[in-house]
């Protein structure tokens, strides 16, 4: 993970993003972060498993899916299973070390 602080790189309604292989981020405070960042590490996980741009590819499609049926951009953001499965975990600091290959697809 490369961790860039780049605060106009980002739209005003994110902290923060992953773009194999690096993480921007708008405040540099959330380099200290352990929650944030391994939300960001398990979207890199993600995109690693999908060979990068599927994973782009797949969370896009997915999204407009899903904000066609929600109508309603934040609920289909957070319904996104790769969403869904890095705000389920990462609380859980390890998750990264136990977590299996393509976990994503629980969270359909």
Not at 84 to 106: D, G, I, M, P
Request: positive net charge; proline residues 3%; contains cysteine.
């Amino acid at each position: 993970m490369i961790l860039l602080v780049r605060p106009k790189f980002l739209r005003k309604n994110f902290n923060g993003i992953a773009l194999w292989p690096f993480v921007i981020v708008r405040n540099p405070d959330l380099s200290r972060d352990f929650i944030f960042l391994n939300h960001e590490q398990i979207h890199l996980r993600q995109q690693i498993e999908l060979l990068v741009i599927f994973f782009y590819v797949w969370y896009g499609m997915e999204f407009l899916l899903r904000w066609i049926s929600y109508k309603n951009r934040n609920l289909a953001y957070r319904n996104i299973s790769f969403e869904r499965e890095a705000y389920a975990c990462e609380k859980n600091l390890n998750y990264l070390k136990k977590r299996t290959f393509w976990s994503f697809l629980k969270y359909l």
